[in-house]
């Protein structure tokens, strides 16, 4: 099969009435056209050429005219968001979706000249408040930190020669794996310029293990077909067992010539749910996982370093899991997770509240993320839409908190408007979700697709998805935790989002913050940079108690790690009871004015790296947490846990306690087996706080080469 691949120098303008007319014939001056990259974002251009576009790109192109028998294809990787596209002034058509490959055919106009113009007119609508148009999800998020419009042809561009019959779609499921025997979903579609009889071959690792012959017509025709493979090589997740990985093969011939050959690498696994626990080939896990952000809101600027070492952070994390959050990423991070073994849950770009004419583009654009994606083993669940409700122009859900009774009264209130307005149905919910939900199912019934994340339980079934709760942020300080899990279990049965920001380090942020004498910053500047107010900070780390900010935006960081801390030390303590797992709100930043992961856009690890790697070790102790201060007098008892990840008890372990205190130090050992993969009571430590100073409990574990330690503190005021 020829190919050509057409990236490199091409000529941009932005839109005018006459490049209609003249710009996508040959004939053109291109004295007034910029020289840009393809692939690239308009946003990189330097000098700028053009903040929202649109932009008409234009390339001359000489290749070999088209044999006889054969066909030619251009085929975009990627473009954001709308384009039309002219080859010598005909009009191809246009596209619609930013991830998912366009193909026109050209066969007839390639053979009228060795000599083309190609013609892209490229459109990427800018964010505006209220309902969004585009499918871009976390790309371009109106409440996010500020980010460049991603329009342009940001990937290859190429052109590829097949016989009669191309391959147009291929789709790879795994349904059902066991060691005795694994069957794979097969659906193609292909593209036929005849009527004709033609042979489709199926090769896993080079072996032939299927043949047929069909009779496919002129146009578009849907071929479905299964395979069985006896005594397979099982991928596992990377604590589980190895990740082999099998080659997948399917040939299309005409009269015993080749026609087209399309290739998948896929892993032969079973995923299952109970609820929200998932379990792979059979085994339960509790998924440890964060949310991967796009390595840059610029996705064409990622190189595949930086998307391998991102993955291989989440490994050195201990993590289980990633949730491509609001975005669908390059290839490289699916093909990296194949080989890590780390599993992905992958979102479907819709985020916020969307149009009601987005509804046809949605269910394409789905089933093109599943066409797309669908052969990776790493990928065990679908999202759908994230967060599908829109905040109260009021500001009633995320506003300043007020001490005393008339803040405790005005915080109720809120959250009896926020329950009200979630039982509402919305056209997005209600009738948005479930389509683009049904659309995947249709085409993936090997996988679950969750409707919407971040949605509370609401009627008839008070049945919600998972939950966003940010408990040491905006939902209260931390200590709140442990009594929020105990009051709502139904909410902790998976936390897909939580944590807490830190002040960004990038020198816009910095300046914004220096721009005035501190604290009287320019935080409505900030707000726009970081997608983050001050009145949210006063509540944790108020910055008038700081000299500066330098030592203000140590302690965000601090505070960042603390709550991460805490938020996955007690899921781990709950773990299956209810909760399933869990997803930090985000690994890395995908822009250099976000703060909200333990990575940042250029890959410096804040301190909450560490703290999140250290709650996610295999192995931890936890003690009940102590309140900042407490008064004289008071009885605590605190409980003891061991959770294990482990696939084997831990027999034999050691559970050392320390309370101190400035009357007296108590020790206390406890012995015994701690449980696989579960949450293990150990004990119950009781002590009384002294008539002042402070109390520290640490507890230390040994066990064996698996070991861990915490510690509590307490101030008596």
């Given at each position: 099969m020829?190919s050509w ?18 710009a996508?014939?040959?004939q ?8 840009v990259?393809?692939?690239?974002h ?7 050429l053009t ?6 790109y ?14 030619r294809?251009?085929t975009f990787?990627?473009i954001a ?12 058509g246009d596209?619609?979706?930013y ?22 007119e ?36 190429h ?9 147009d779609?291929l ?6 794996a066991?060691v ?14 005849r009527s ?7 090769l ?5 293990v299927?043949?047929h ?10 071929v ?9 090589a099982l ?8 990740q082999?990985l ?8 005409i009269?015993g ?15 299952a749910?109970?609820d ?6 059979g ?6 996982g964060a ?10 600027r990622?190189?595949d370093?930086h998307?391998?070492?991102l ?16 975005h ?13 073994g ?13 149009r009601r ?6 269910i394409?654009?789905a089933?093109?993320?599943?066409d797309?994606?669908g ?16 905040k109260p122009?009021?500001g009633?859900?995320?506003?300043r908190?007020?001490l ?5 009264a005005r915080?109720l209130a809120?959250?009896v408007?926020r329950?009200?307005r979630d ?7 209600s009738v ?10 249709d ?5 679950r697709?969750v409707p919407?994340?971040?949605?509370l ?10 939950a ?7 939902d209260?300080p931390i200590?709140l935790l442990p009594?929020?899990?105990?009051r709502f279990?139904?909410?902790f049965r ?5 944590g807490?920001p830190?002040?960004?380090r990038?020198p ?15 935080w409505e500047?900030?707000a726009?940079?970081t997608?983050t107010?001050?009145?949210q900070?006063d ?7 700081f000299l500066?900010d330098?030592p203000?935006?140590?302690?965000t960081?601090?505070?960042?790690s ?14 299956y ?13 995908h822009?250099?004015?976000s703060?909200?992961?333990v990575?940042d856009?250029h890959?410096?690890r804040?301190?909450?790296f ?6 996610c070790?295999p192995?931890?102790?936890t003690i ?6 407490t008064?004289p007098g008071r009885?605590f008892s605190?409980a003891v ?5 482990l696939r084997?008890?831990?027999?034999d372990?050691?559970?050392?306690v ?7 130090t108590q ?14 009571y150990i004990?119950?430590?009781?002590t009384i ?10 507890a230390?574990?040994?066990a ?7 510690t ?6």
């Amino acid at each position: 099969m020829s190919s050509w691949l057409l990236d490199g120098v091409w000529n941009a303008a932005e839109v005018r009435d006459e490049h209609r007319s003249n710009a996508i014939g040959p004939q053109l001056d291109h004295a007034e056209w910029r020289e840009v990259n393809v692939p690239g974002h308009w946003a990189d251009i330097e000098p700028s050429l053009t903040t929202d576009g649109p932009l008409t790109y234009r390339t001359t192109v000489n290749t070999p005219s088209v044999d006889e028998g054969r066909r030619r294809f251009l085929t975009f990787d990627g473009i954001a968001y709308h384009a039309d596209v002219w080859l010598d002034g005909a009009y191809l058509g246009d596209t619609e979706g930013y991830f998912a490959p366009h193909t026109f055919d050209v066969t007839d106009l390639w053979r009228l000249s060795p000599d083309h113009v190609i013609a892209v007119e490229v459109h990427c609508p800018p964010t505006e408040p209220g309902s969004r148009r585009t499918i871009t999800g976390v790309l371009q998020d109106p409440s996010g930190p500020l980010t460049p419009n991603p329009g342009g042809i940001w990937q290859s561009v190429h052109l590829i020669d097949t016989g009669p019959v191309r391959i147009d779609a291929l789709r790879v499921l795994c349904q059902d794996a066991t060691v005795e025997r694994a069957h794979l979903k097969m659906y193609a579609r292909l593209d036929s310029d005849r009527s004709c009889a033609a042979d489709v071959q199926t090769l896993v690792d080079g072996t032939v293990v299927a043949e047929h012959r069909i009779t496919v017509a002129a146009g578009h025709n849907d071929v479905a077909w299964r395979i069985d493979l006896p005594r397979p090589a099982l991928w596992w997740p990377r604590d589980l067992g190895d990740q082999h990985l099998v080659n997948v093969d399917v040939v299309v011939s005409i009269d015993g010539h080749p026609s087209d050959t399309t290739h998948r690498r896929t892993g032969l696994r079973e995923v299952a749910w109970d609820d929200w626990t998932c379990s792979i080939n059979g085994e339960r896990m509790f998924l440890k996982g964060a949310n991967l952000m796009p390595v840059d809101a610029l996705l064409g600027r990622a190189s595949d370093e930086h998307m391998r070492q991102l993955m291989e952070d989440a490994v050195e994390l201990g993590l289980d899991m990633l949730r491509v959050h609001g975005h669908i990423a390059p290839t490289t991070i699916y093909d990296t997770a194949d080989e890590l073994g780390l599993l992905l849950m992958q979102d479907f770009p819709l985020q916020g509240v969307q149009r009601r004419q987005v509804r046809p583009a949605a269910i394409r654009q789905a089933q093109q993320m599943v066409d797309l994606l669908g052969h990776h083993p790493s990928v065990i669940s679908w999202w759908a839409h994230d967060e599908p409700v829109a905040k109260p122009a009021d500001g009633s859900v995320d506003q300043r908190q007020t001490l005393g009774l008339a803040g405790r009264a005005r915080e109720l209130a809120t959250r009896v408007q926020r329950a009200v307005r979630d039982q509402a149905p919305t056209w997005n919910r209600s009738v948005l979700d479930p389509l683009v939900r049904r659309a995947i199912e249709d085409v993936d019934p090997t996988r679950r697709c969750v409707p919407h994340s971040g949605v509370l339980p609401h009627l008839p079934l008070l049945d919600g998805t998972d939950a966003h709760l940010y408990i040491g942020w905006t939902d209260g300080p931390i200590s709140l935790l442990p009594r929020e899990s105990a009051r709502f279990p139904r909410l902790f049965r998976f936390v897909s989002e939580f944590g807490a920001p830190a002040a960004p380090r990038s020198p816009q942020t910095v300046a914004t913050l220096q721009e005035h004498h501190w604290p009287d910053a320019d935080w409505e500047r900030f707000a726009k940079l970081t997608g983050t107010e001050r009145w949210q900070y006063d509540q944790s780390t108020p910055p008038h108690l700081f000299l500066d900010d330098a030592p203000w935006i140590d302690a965000t960081e601090q505070h960042q790690s603390d709550v991460i801390t805490a938020w996955v030390t007690h899921l781990r303590r709950i773990a299956y009871r209810p909760t399933g797992g869990f997803c930090v709100r985000a690994l890395n930043d995908h822009a250099a004015n976000s703060g909200w992961g333990v990575i940042d856009l250029h890959g410096n690890r804040r301190p909450a790296f560490e703290a999140l790697k250290a709650a996610c070790q295999p192995v931890i102790v936890t003690i009940d947490p102590l309140p900042e201060t407490t008064l004289p007098g008071r009885r605590f008892s605190l409980a003891v846990h061991v959770s294990s990840d482990l696939r084997d008890d831990l027999d034999d372990a050691i559970v050392d306690v320390t309370i101190t205190n400035t009357d007296s130090t108590q020790t206390q050992r406890f012995t015994g087996t701690i449980d696989a993969n579960a949450a293990t009571y150990i004990g119950t430590i009781n002590t009384i706080s002294p008539e002042a100073g402070d109390i520290t409990i640490s507890a230390v574990l040994n066990a064996g080469r698996f070991g861990s330690s915490t510690t509590s503190r307490t101030t008596v005021a």
